[in-house]
């Protein structure tokens, strides 16, 4: 492909899409409002995969483009049709202002603030320290180790927090690579994929698994433990392959890593004060919502608590990553235009499910989970296909052989939390692509290897529940 294709795609081919007649499009009722996300979605897509421009400029120019064309107080010569039947929905500009402090956003800000401050007072690498010791100093071994401590942390808290922990424990170990050593970029890669996968694993493991189980009641309802019953082994499997994977692609090329972390853990004042934070908000966050606050309210403790007593000053503030939370709104940003236009709706409801074999609509509905995760949140994507996949379930009597409704919210469910191709498509990509040793074509490389043999693995696992429920 030309060089110049990299600036001509993402330019051309969104004004194309806006200068179209609304009825050459395949979707009956499509509205200009419509037409216009469409467009922005797809200057998105490919300036994200092209990368004219760098990957925080085009998230900020989502949010620019969605309150100049399709907000309640766009630039008025935009607005000339609203007063007619196909203009449609506009979207609230404050809440497309909103989307640089969504809740996410403030999770991101509480990692960053929990790295931060373990940086500075050595508390990554003594983690590191302890919990890498048992697993050796070959590099597979080592990532093998960092991978199954992110993926069990990822089962009970935040995905989002799981990764900004141990991309913290990781710095010590990055340290001690050569700058072209190709396993940098598998180290870096093997965080977020743990994360993205160990969340899998129980029912508040990641939002789509407990937006799942709302859907699942009655004879279809699945308890705790049976979701680990078959979501560990899920786990287990895929991050068995992705590990050989990204060893595969990303071959190390220094035989030992020699991590030789001296020294002990800080006793002064503002270092107790972090371990104590940290040990807090860690433990806030495995308890779920027993306590009665969600994860995004304890990501603003430590950022308190460290702000008050000068453990991260205002120097420190200048080197947070705020490219990354650039980055994350736009991707929220670009999931709140499809969803509230009502464009990805009518995408999804005009694919005719009711007239293909059942075995078509399981692959077609898990399929178009993982392309709709990777471009807006798996929790969008959940809440979008969920009632219609339920509904589908009920109403498609040739599904019951193959386990009917809870086979295929099952597969949706787990399509939904493997969209992991692109920076923006999870949070943990987000931080992870911030490290800087991670370039987006490897990021999608692997992530739609892992995704669907993923999708693969879940109707193989599925599959042999219901021989199991048979017998």
């Not at 120019?61 to 196909?86: G, N, Y």
């Not at 002064?268 to 433990?283: N, R």
């Amino acid at each position: 492909m030309p060089q110049y294709s990299r600036y001509f795609f993402p330019i051309i081919v969104p004004l194309i899409v806006l200068l179209m007649p609304l009825s050459v499009f395949p979707f009956d009722g499509m509205t200009i409002i419509q037409q216009r996300v469409a467009a922005i979605f797809l200057f998105a897509a490919l300036s994200w995969i092209l990368e004219p421009i760098p990957i925080y400029a085009t998230s900020v120019a989502i949010i620019s483009f969605e309150l100049l064309l399709i907000s309640d107080k766009s630039f008025i010569v935009f607005r000339s049709q609203e007063s007619t039947a196909l203009y449609g929905e506009v979207l609230n500009h404050t809440d497309i202002m909103a989307t640089f402090a969504n809740p996410i956003i403030m999770l991101f800000l509480g990692g960053f603030f929990l790295a931060m401050a373990a940086t500075k007072y050595r508390l990554d690498v003594n983690l590191a320290r302890v919990f890498l010791k048992p697993f050796g100093d070959k590099p597979k071994n080592m990532m093998l180790g960092l991978m199954l401590i992110t993926a069990m942390f990822s089962m009970f808290m935040s995905n989002t927090a799981t990764t900004a922990m141990m991309l913290s424990i990781l710095a010590p170990v990055m340290v001690l690579l050569k700058p072209n050593d190709p396993s940098r970029t598998a180290f870096a890669l093997c965080i977020p994929l743990a994360a993205n996968i160990g969340g899998i694993g129980t029912p508040i493991g990641t939002p789509p698994n407990a937006i799942a189980l709302k859907y699942l009641q009655g004879t279809s309802s699945i308890s705790f433990g049976e979701w680990m019953a078959f979501g560990v082994p899920f786990v287990i499997v895929l991050m068995a392959l992705s590990w050989l994977l990204i060893g595969y692609l990303f071959p190390a090329n220094q035989k030992k890593i020699t991590l030789d972390i001296q020294g002990e853990f800080l006793k002064t004042s503002k270092a107790i004060i972090v371990y104590i934070t940290f040990g807090v908000t860690i433990l806030l966050w495995l308890m779920g919502n027993t306590h009665g606050m969600n994860s995004y309210t304890i990501a603003l403790i430590p950022v308190t608590v460290f702000l008050m007593t000068g453990i991260i000053t205002k120097d420190d503030l200048k080197k947070i990553s705020w490219d990354v939370l650039w980055l994350v709104s736009g991707g929220i940003a670009l999931g709140l235009a499809l969803d509230k236009s009502g464009l990805a709706a009518l995408i999804v409801y005009s694919i005719p499910f009711g007239d293909f074999s059942p075995y078509i609509v399981l692959i077609g509905a898990a399929v178009l989970s993982l392309l709709m995760a990777n471009f807006m949140s798996n929790t969008a994507t959940a809440n979008l296909l969920m009632p219609i996949m339920a509904a589908l379930g009920v109403s498609m009597t040739n599904l019951a052989p193959l386990g009917g409704q809870t086979t295929l919210i099952l597969v949706v469910t787990f399509a939904a939390s493997l969209g992991m191709a692109l920076p923006i498509s999870t949070p943990p990509n987000a931080l992870a692509h911030a490290t800087g040793h991670i370039e987006t074509r490897h990021m999608a490389k692997v992530g739609v290897i892992v995704g669907i043999a993923g999708v693969a693995l879940s109707f193989v696992l599925v599959a042999l529940l219901n021989m199991l429920n048979a017998w």
